[in-house]
Each structure stands twice: as C-alpha cells, then as structure tokens.
C-alpha cells in the first residue's frame, strides 16, 4: 500500500477489520495457508504411474540397501519402469557426446587452444561445434523461442531424407525440452478448459500417462480408445468411431486424437494401411492428429518398419498449408532410439496443416518458457543429422549405433520370451519400442485380498515383485486396461549381461507366487 493517502489507508482497515468481524469467504481465503485441502483439484486429480507408488517403494528400498547392503533379499534395485537407457548402463555416442563438450568449453575451440584440441578431436567433430557455437552468443545465452534456427533447418532436412516427399517449411518446427514439452503446448491450445471437461482428446489404452496426466490438469476429457490385445494391440477404426461417438453423445468435444507408433506401454507398430485410415478419420471428423513418434528408431520387425503420419498425409495428397483438411502434430525426442539422453531434454514438434494464427499462440507458450534449454537444442541437431559415410568420425558412430540396436534387439526378445513362458502370463513380442507388456492372469484370491485394501491387484503384485527382487516395473493400470485384465510394463533396458539375472529373479518370484495363490 505504499503510496496510499492516510484515508485509503484508514479504509482498507476498516473493511479488514469489518470482514474478520463478520468472517467473509474473502478474508478467510487470504488469510487460509497452503495445504492439500485447498491445492489445485486438477493437480491432485492428475497421477503418472511411471513414477508412482512403486518407484516410491523402490526409493525406500533403495535407501535400506545403502544402509545395510545386507538387509534384504537382493543387491540392487534395477530400474525397469522408465525408458531411461544411460541409467542401466548405456553408453552414450561418442561424437554426439564430443561436440556438446566443445560446444559447453568454447576456449576449446579458441584458436590458442586448437593444436590441443585438434589432438584429442576429429576435425568433423571440431567442425561441427564450431557451426552450432557460430549458431548463438553462447550456450548459456537464451535462444530464439522456436528453437536455434541452424538446428531447425536439420529437422527440415533429417524430415525430407526420412519421408523422402515433400518439402519441410523449418518455420514449422518448434524445438523443445523433450516430446513431453510439444505435448504439453499442443494440449493447452486444444483444451479450452471451461467449466465442465467438455474438450477431449481420443487417447490409446494402455497408454503413455503424460497423455491421461496432461487432460487432468487441463480440465480436459480423456476419451479412451481400447488398442486390440488379441490383434496384437491394434488400432481398429471401428473401435476409434465407436468412442468418438459416445463421447460426442455426452456432449464432450473431442478435438484431436493421439496415436503412439511404436507403442508405448504396447511395443506395437502401425501398418501403413492402419495409418492411411487413421489419417482419413481425423479429416473425416475434423481432428487434430497428434503422432508421437519418439521411439521411430526403435524397431524390432524388418517388416513393419517405421513410416512416419506425415509421410502417409502427403502421400494421401493432403498439403501443409493453411485451411488444409488435416491437421497434423508430430513429436520426436532425443530420449530414445538409440542416443538415450534423457537427461539432455531435447525433442521437437513440426506443425503440418496448422493456421498461422494457431501457431502463432503455440509461439507465444513458447515464448513465456523463453526458449528450451540450449544444449538441448544441439543433441536435438546432432540426432537428425549425425555423421555420414566419409567423415572421419562416422565408423565409430556407425559401429556404437549397429552395436546398440542390435543388443537392444537381443535383449528385446528375450524378455518377451521369458516372460511368456511364465504361468499365466501372456507377452507378445515387441515391434518396436522399448517396452514389454504382458498379460497376468492373477489369481481370484489376490485380487479379492487387493481389492480389500482398496488397491489395484497389478500394482499389489508390483509391490510383492519389488520386495522379493529388487526389480521396478510399473503396474498396468497406470496406463489404463480392459476392466478384469492385469499387465505390467517392463523395459529391456537392464545391461545385456545382466538380463538373464533378472529374469531368473523374475521368475523365482512368479512361480512362488502362483503357487502361493493357487
């Protein structure tokens, strides 16, 4: 109140003293402290299974362990609830690695310094850094909101080489922290967060809790569409129309639809055939096509390898252009594949058939974060454009890259395998992705003794898994499932060597169990 004549001061201290007289909401509002009875409901209603109850646990666990090496039946807690590959062991690309180095110490690049630095680097490697710290004041310096504009013309490029059709407009890439990010803006724009939850969006079940998670928070309706167990979970249009239909009956405007290709708890991939209907669909009935392909590079199936929505849209003859029959919003992120940099958020998001004036409010979200973080931005140039064929430095990023997939792969296979072989369990093998979900056919008497504590029977017995071996996986009704069905999702990402060590405890503890609740 700085400022405020005596008088204007008298007379908020009348009306404060009068409102705490007679208690009036207002007064009782300010005058109330943060708690979790007050907090925002949509905070409280929004969960993310992937780090919840069973990570918690696991935590504990994992502070027991560091206490008393001792104390419980196993020596390590392995971390299976996450796609984070650098955690369990993987190695980053060396020349990818490299270059954010140079690009983090500019006196490296300095011309004092480069007969060192031209020792313990190549010069594609030296090169390459110099054009990106050429690209901005500094690393530490805020970029352009869209992202550094050197890196958005290798997206447009590493997009036409991949769909080969069409041309890229780099205008319509936005560079931001991870995929979770462009999810996120994309969301914010669609749902217009009214009163009730009448904005929706179409989202796979089993899927990726960002999605459910993002609807809490936005007031929006998550309307479920069930992916096929028995079709190896497929997407089928007639399932997609039937959920759009009853939402629509409820009055919920449903404004786009999500799809993961590959799956993600799922592992599966689309055909081409799928995708041609999903995109007429989303023209069909005016839906905004929201296609998470962050796990592109992750494919396990020589036949059903990896075809991008864009591709299919311009092959189908739609254009990006404003006023076009689709609308199209495609995510990718430096996280998988087989580069893993959780931790260096990096992804993009490309807008295809999406109004200027549209994207201009994705600009300004963008804008109120100033821009994703910098070397963020790099990783996500040095994935869409890595070494080629006569550069010094390609024959190490070919072999760490052939050498990564092809242990991804391994190990892919043979915990699907394992799993499947289990009693009462039922795992497909994976297409793509990172993932395995099987099917647990739990006994009737667990579930009625985990319905007793009020609990979801698959995260009781991710619990159980969990103190007898160590291992976190993320119980299926995290990500949503048939009523009566339980799943877990586990990665493949333990080290190669170690994999069959899980597995066997895996096992251990699921025959013991099985014959605990026969």
Known sequence: MVGLPKAHLAGFSTLFFLSRAFGTSAARTAAERLHIGNMNSKVLGAS??????????ALELQNELSANPDSLPFEEIVQCNIGNPQSLGQLPLSFHRQVISLVMCPEMLSEANMETTSKLFNADTIARAKRYAASVPSMGAYTHSQGIHLVREEVKEFIEARDGVGSVDPEQIFLTNG?????????QCMMRQGDNDNDGVLVPIPQYPLYSASCALM??????????????????????????????????????????????????????ENMKDIVEFCVENQLVLMADEVYQENIWRPDRPFISFRKVAVELGYRDEQGSDLQLISFHSVSKGFIGECGIRGGYFELFGIDDDVKAQMYKLASISLCSNTPGQVMTGLMVKPPVDGDESFPQYRDERASTLASLKRRADKVASALDSLPGVHCRPSDGALYAFPRIDLPDKFVKEAEKDGMPADEVYCLKLLSATGVVVVPGSGFGQVDGTWHFRTTFLPPEEKVDGVMERITKFHNAFMEEYA
């Open 48 to 57: 993310y299974a992937v780090r919840g109850p069973v990570l918690d646990r």
């Open 219 to 272: 007031n929006g309706a998550l309307v479920p569409y069930y992916l096929s167990e028995e079709a190896g979970w497929g997407l089928e249009l007639a399932e997609l129309q039937s959920q759009l239909d009853a939402a629509r009956d409820k009055g919920i405007a449903v404004r786009g639809l999500v799809v993961i290709n590959p799956g993600n708890p799922t592992g599966n991939t689309l055909s081409y």
């Open 179 to 187: 995929a979770s990010e462009g999810v996120r803006i994309t969301m």
